[in-house]
């Protein structure tokens, strides 16, 4: 799919960028995520009973299957629909077209680093008269939400169901680490007026960032309320292709693991959390008592299904757009 600005080159309102690393950079970088998912795929396997992983994987429940695809793309829907929350407050853009363009850039954030997903929410964010310093600090608005909710919400139980610790200990630590975030949070709203003033692009970043959180909080408001119902979408989404691997995890603990390691993945160590989210998953899962093994081939079941998904996607939706953009040129000729 042909994008308005390259990856490597983009402009704001006009203003070319330069890329911030170099290409010998972005090489190391790829190599040494590549090198640490094959590290822990590994390690993985190794810790694992083969034979037993064998006849785990091999046998898949298949209603379990069809139920995690359904749910897994009413998850994309919702993040799609949360951004959009987000996006109309600058331009009456249709819900239809951000779903569309949310699926596309989902399936090439699975396949490649996140932030070429985000290239692609921009393109179309620009098309609709939407400027990038808008619709970056729409992403990052949405992003901050998300991770909030998984860090201050799922996590502190996710520590109280897998850490042999009283549960008030865990809770009065994550409270203590949730009052430093709030202290932090508000010291650099009251700083960064000054910091970004300085610079007309940083200025109007700000503006658009600073927007959500000023007068009217109805759209911050209802992509809080969306990403918290995306976040159990989630959770039902692994426990389904743990089912599949024929083991049920308990739903509260599994809701609550299955978004903190969506935490953990955002952690630039390996190619798209590969690794990151199946080691992490294994450990964590294992505490509640389940097979090893059988946790393992859910894991793979999911990771796969999202590696088919996002190829698949990607395929077709370039092609759609590819056919529609064509289409439109020969209008207008």
């Not at 919400?153 to 996710?158: N, V």
């Not at 160590?269 to 294994?282: C, D, K, P, Q």
Request: some cysteine.
């Amino acid at each position: 799919m042909n994008r308005d600005e390259g990856c490597e080159n983009v402009g704001i309102d006009g203003k070319d960028v330069r890329p911030a690393r170099s290409r010998w950079q972005k090489v190391f970088s790829f190599v040494f995520r590549f090198a640490v998912s094959v590290i822990l795929i590994l390690w993985i396997f190794k810790s694992v009973d083969l034979r037993i992983f064998e006849k785990a994987v091999v046998s898949p429940s298949l209603p379990p299957i069809i139920a995690m695809i359904g749910f897994s793309l009413f998850y994309v829907f919702l993040g799609g629909l949360k951004l959009w929350v987000l996006f109309r407050k600058f331009s009456p853009i249709s819900l239809r077209l951000v779903i569309g363009y949310f699926f596309l850039a989902g399936s090439i954030g699975s396949l490649a680093p996140a932030i070429f997903g985000d290239f692609t929410m921009i393109g179309l964010a620009k098309r609709s008269q939407i400027p990038i310093h808008k619709s970056v600090s729409a992403i990052l608005v949405d992003r901050f939400v998300t991770l909030a909710i998984a860090l201050f919400i799922f996590t502190p139980f996710t520590l109280v169901f897998i850490l042999p610790v009283k549960p008030a200990s865990v809770l009065a630590l994550m409270l203590a680490f949730l009052v430093l975030f709030a202290c932090a949070a508000w010291i650099s709203a009251r700083i960064a007026p000054a910091l970004f003033s300085k610079f007309s692009l940083t200025r109007r970043f700000w503006e658009s960032f600073s927007i959500y959180f000023r007068g009217d909080r109805r759209d911050l408001y209802a992509n809080i309320l969306i990403s918290g119902f995306r976040g159990v979408v989630s959770g039902i989404t692994l426990i389904l292709a743990l089912m599949a691997a024929h083991v049920t995890p308990p739903l509260i603990p599994a809701l609550c693991i299955a978004n903190s390691l969506s935490v953990l993945t955002h952690i630039p160590v390996s190619l798209s959390g590969l690794g990151v989210f199946e080691g992490s998953g294994l450990i964590m899962f294992e505490t509640l008592g389940l097979n090893r093994e059988q946790v393992l081939a859910g894991l793979l079941y999911h990771r796969m299904y999202i590696i088919i998904w996002a190829f698949l996607t990607s395929l077709v939706l370039t092609l759609i757009f590819a056919v529609k953009r064509h289409s439109g040129h020969h209008d207008v000729d």
